[in-house]
């Protein structure tokens, strides 16, 4: 049974998603060589067809099909050489019965074509005649003018964020830019008298501010640009001015810290200043992650994370990562995780009622892949760094068996 007022971190996603909903985006028109890995706020519909003529995939004779019907090494069939087919040109010649054009690899075929036999299907006999050993069938060896991509298809949708080949075929197609989504403006704020910046000395009780760090880069890995505002100590008007300033300049806001039931933890106090509808939920049936916070300010969403680096990663995976999909225009389009499937190479034990997220480093052994416990607590980074992903418990179960089949939800790299 859940824990009072801890909710499953699925039902808690739904509530910021639900009240999100509609949110106008803005976009921006990017040329393409800027648009890489960008989300696409149109859909993209060819104009043209790709790759717009006949073409050769061998090097080889450009013929009509018909007349290599039977061929074989025991019986050749002849044909007339006609002029050569040049790279990057379109020939001036139409091919007549019985003959044959030389044409390379991506050599637009001649009128008249509709086959090509392989080089080493063919021998020359004379300067003008050649002899097929090999019969091809009609389109053999040819792409097709509209094979690639035709006239009028929906090429790429709205919400499809640009991948290296997602942008080459803009390129074959001739189009020059694209309407993308602006990228979303995520500020991280710092919390706590013990957390102190880098390049000062630390003294017995606090902390660099490793947080910040870690979720800068995971913040960067989805394309949106984290802002980082500082660290603000453990003051109610100090936070909430950072916070405040944080939404005018931001699209989503991330407070990291002040999210347990202590004394100095004022996240939720200083969410709900700001009006409703405030914090949507204040704990979360995770392991780690479980004080994690989540509140809309406005059209805003905003996140109290909790302090332990582990917590703050799975916060994100569970969290951040669909939000900032949401704000790119990429929650749309349905995006499946990289796993991996292994098998667990010990038993764990987990808590009935919630959902937890075990750190697991991969190792191979008899081409097999076993998912090995990090063990430590949310408060190590050291733990993150050894691993390679995560294994989640479902919130029935009560732990994982040894070389029970699991899927690892891999770390980007």
Same mark, same amino acid.
Not at 69 to 73: C, V, W
């Given at each position: 049974m859940l824990e009072k007022n801890y909710i499953p971190p699925h039902a808690a996603l739904q509530l910021l998603l639900d009240a999100l909903a509609n949110l106008p985006l803005r976009s921006e028109k990017l040329e393409l060589d800027a648009a890489f890995r960008r989300v696409l706020a149109e859909d993209v519909v060819s104009s043209e067809d790709l790759p717009g003529f006949a073409r050769s995939? @061998?090097?080889g004779f450009a013929v009509q099909a018909s007349f290599t =019907?039977?061929? %074989? !090494?025991q019986m050749p069939a002849y044909l007339t050489l006609a002029p050569e087919v040049l790279m990057g040109e379109s020939p001036s010649f139409t091919l007549q019965h019985g003959q044959a054009a030389p044409v390379p690899t991506g050599g637009m075929l001649p009128g008249g074509a509709d086959a090509v036999v392989m080089l080493e299907d063919c021998q020359r006999v004379s300067d003008t005649t050649i002899e097929v050993m090999r +019969? @091809? +069938?009609p389109a053999e060896n040819v792409v097709q003018r509209d094979e690639d991509i035709h006239r009028g298809e929906l090429v790429? !949708? /709205?919400g499809q964020r640009l991948r290296p080949q997602d942008v080459g075929a803009l390129a074959g197609l001739g189009i020059e830019s694209v309407e993308v989504y602006e990228r979303p403006v995520v500020a991280i704020i710092s919390t706590g008298d013990e957390v102190i910046p880098l390049g000062l000395p630390v003294r017995p009780g606090q902390v660099r501010d490793i947080n910040s760090f870690t979720l800068r880069g995971l913040i960067q890995q989805q394309g949106a640009i984290p802002v980082c505002r500082g660290i603000v100590r453990d003051d109610y008007e100090a936070i909430r001015r950072a916070v405040s300033e944080a939404l005018a300049a931001s699209d989503m806001v991330l407070i990291i810290g002040g999210t347990s039931a202590g004394v100095r933890d004022m996240s939720a106090s200083i969410i709900d200043s700001f009006g409703a509808p405030g914090v949507l939920f204040h704990g979360v049936a995770v392991k780690p992650g479980k004080p994690m916070i989540g509140g809309i300010i406005? *059209? *805003?969403? $905003?996140?109290?994370l909790p302090g332990h680096p582990a917590a703050m990663a799975i916060s994100h995976a569970? =969290? $951040?990562r669909p939000l900032i999909d949401l704000l790119h225009g990429a929650y749309r389009k349905v995006c499946f995780p990289r796993t991996v499937s292994a098998l667990m190479a010990k038993a764990v034990s987990s808590a009935a009622g919630r959902e937890d997220h $075990? /750190? @697991? %480093?991969? !190792?191979m052994c008899d081409e097999v892949h076993y998912a090995v416990p990090v063990l430590g607590k949310s408060g190590l980074i050291s733990t993150? @760094? %050894?691993a390679d992903g995560t294994v989640t418990i479902a919130a029935p179960k009560l732990g994982l068996d040894a070389d029970e089949p699991v899927s690892v939800n891999l770390f980007e790299a």
């Open positions: 995939t @061998v090097d =019907f039977g061929a %074989r !090494e +019969a @091809v +069938a790429l !949708e /709205r406005g *059209k *805003k969403p $905003i996140l109290g569970l =969290f $951040i $075990i /750190r @697991v %480093r991969l !190792e993150l @760094v %050894r």
